[in-house]
Every structure is written in structure tokens, then in C-alpha cells.
């Protein structure tokens, strides 16, 4: 919409205003365009909302709503094709959603199946499909903050200290406790990855019809899986730290070992950093198979 240079004289915009009263379509962003310039100047000295009631005739709640139309909608080219009504009703849209994009595309109206513009839309049609994208947004949320939950409980076991327990190590039952280590780190990360192909997928969705029933019980199955697999691999590690335990015999023995010897349990030890730096950036958020 071009922008026009608007007169400073309060009595010129108070007859533009009347006169736009009369008009449908661009009217509402014509008027509303013209509130905010003369609540933002001042022109009315002070007295903005009294101006508005005895020359205009709008409340307080019309101006407010005329104002935050121009604000939203006023620069979509396609707005004008859409009844004041529902422009007023999509005025309380969450602010994520991008007025433009959401005029353009086709919305499933939950009552009915059917797809539709807003355009096209009835006002009842329209806050369905608002509460359907409301209901959504709040599932993407709940996810969102399971999934900050299991990595939470995660990092905890993960910092409680470990027992130190005393007995032989063999470097070939530490080659396989890292094997089997490593084999539950990658289904752990299949498992988170796998919740947050879900989460994904809702908010990909966030305004079809959701079955609430199904939804629910998809997040209680994910949820459970994800606390099984998260704890289990902690227990594991625990208990790997107890089993893997040295003694000071078995650290003086490792130090008088043949170079093959040594090279052997380099070889296991570089597995378990590898291991270690994976459970990290896991618990980071960074998850690489």
C-alpha cells in the first residue's frame, strides 16, 4: 500500500475518516491507519479516546481494533477481498503466525473436513479453525518441554557421582561392555530422534483436525519409550563404571605392559571417548547417528 502524506489539521482527517465510513473493503485500513496517526502525533491533544466517541462516534474497543487491523493486515495486498468480520477475528491469531501466509493458504475447517481460504471462509468456520491452530500450538508446546524433561532427567543420572568399586579388569571384557555400550547409545539416539520426528510432524499439521484421543496417547507412548531407553542407558553406564573400576595393582600392571598390550587398550580407550563425547552432545542437543 503506498504511503500518503497525512494532514496535520485534525479537522481534515476527521471528515476523511466519516467519508472512508462509507466505504467497504479498504475502509477499515484507511480508517485505522488514520486513529494511529493522530493518537501517535497527539493531534487531539491528550484527548484521543473522547475525539474518537464524539466525532467519530467508535469507542475505545473500535479504534483499538481499527488500529491493530491497519497494523496487521493494512500492507497485504489481498486483505481487501476479506469481510471486516473476519478481519476483526483473526486480529487474536498467535503472533508465530504469518498473517500473509495464512490468508493465501487453504485451512481445514474441523466441523466440516472441507478446505478453505479465509476469503471464503464464514466467522464461525474461521474460529474453528483459530481454536483447532490454538490446540496445536499448545501440543507443539507440551512436547517441546517433554522432550526438555527426559534430556533433564538424562543429564541427571548422568552427574550422580559414581561408587568406586575395587576388582581385576580384562581388557577384552572391556572391549565388549564398550560394544554393548555403544550399541544402546544408538538406539537411545533413535529414540530421540524418533520424538522429535513427532514433535515436527505436529507442528507441520498445526492447523488440521487433530484427534485430541490419539494425539494424547501417541505423547504418553512416546514419552514412556523415551524414559525407558534414557534410563536403561543410564543404569548401564553406572554399572559398566562400577565393573570397569582399576585398582592401583592393575594401573601399576598396565604401566609395565608390552607396547602391543598398550597399544590394544589405547585402541579400547579411544572407544570409550568416543562414546563418552557422544552421550554429550546427546544431552546437548546435538544428536549425530
Known amino acids: 500500500m503506498n504511503e500518503l502524506q497525512l494532514s496535520t489539521d485534525l479537522q481534515v482527517i476527521t471528515a476523511e475518516i466519516n467519508s472512508y465510513k462509507q466505504i467497504a473493503g479498504q475502509s477499515v485500513f484507511e480508517i485505522g491507519k488514520r486513529l494511529k496517526h493522530v493518537k501517535e502525533n497527539d493531534l487531539a491533544h491528550g484527548e484521543f479516546g473522547k475525539w474518537a466517541e464524539e466525532k467519530l462516534g467508535f469507542h475505545v474497543t473500535t479504534t483499538s481494533r481499527m488500529i491493530a487491523a491497519y497494523e496487521q493486515f ?17 486480529l487474536t491469531l498467535p503472533e508465530s503466525i504469518d498473517r500473509s501466509e495464512f490468508i493465501e493458504q487453504e485451512h481445514v475447517i474441523p466441523s466440516t473436513g472441507e478446505s478453505k481460504k479465509v476469503d471464503d471462509m464464514t466467522v464461525k468456520e474461521l474460529r474453528e479453525v ?8 499448545q501440543r507443539a508446546e507440551d512436547a517441546e518441554k517433554k522432550v526438555g524433561f527426559l534430556s533433564d532427567k538424562l543429564q541427571e ?4 557421582p559414581r561408587e568406586v568399586v575395587t576388582k581385576e579388569v580384562v581388557p577384552a571384557k572391556i572391549q565388549q561392555e564398550l560394544s554393548e555400550k555403544d550399541k544402546l547409545l544408538q538406539l537411545a539416539k533413535s529414540q530421540l530422534n524418533s520424538l522429535q520426528d513427532e514433535l515436527k510432524a505436529i507442528k507441520l499439521n498445526s492447523t488440521n483436525d487433530f ?28 554399572q559398566f ?7 592401583a595393582f592393575q594401573e601399576g600392571a598396565l604401566a609395565a605392559a608390552s607396547p602391543n598390550v598398550k597399544q590394544r587398550m589405547f585402541e579400547n580407550v579411544e572407544l570409550l571417548e568416543s562414546f563418552t563425547k557422544s552421550i554429550k552432545s546427546a544431552l546437548q542437543g546435538r544428536i549425530q547417528i
Not at 500492507?75 to 478481519?87: F, L, Q, R, W, Y
Not at 483459530?130 to 500450538?137: G, P, Q, T, V
Not at 484427534?211 to 543404569?235: G, H, P, S, W, Y
Open 241 to 247: 563404571l562400577k565393573d570397569a573400576s582399576l585398582t
Open 74 to 90: 493494512g500492507e497485504i495486498s489481498d486483505v481487501a477481498k476479506i469481510g471486516n468480520a473476519n478481519i476483526f477475528e483473526m
Open 157 to 160: 543420572e548422568m552427574n550422580k
Open 130 to 137: 483459530k481454536k483447532s491452530l490454538k490446540a496445536a500450538e
Open 211 to 238: 484427534d485430541d484421543e490419539f494425539a494424547d496417547k501417541k505423547m504418553k507412548r512416546l514419552e514412556r519409550e523415551a524414559n525407558i531407553e534414557t534410563l536403561q542407558l543410564a543404569v548401564s553406564i553406572k
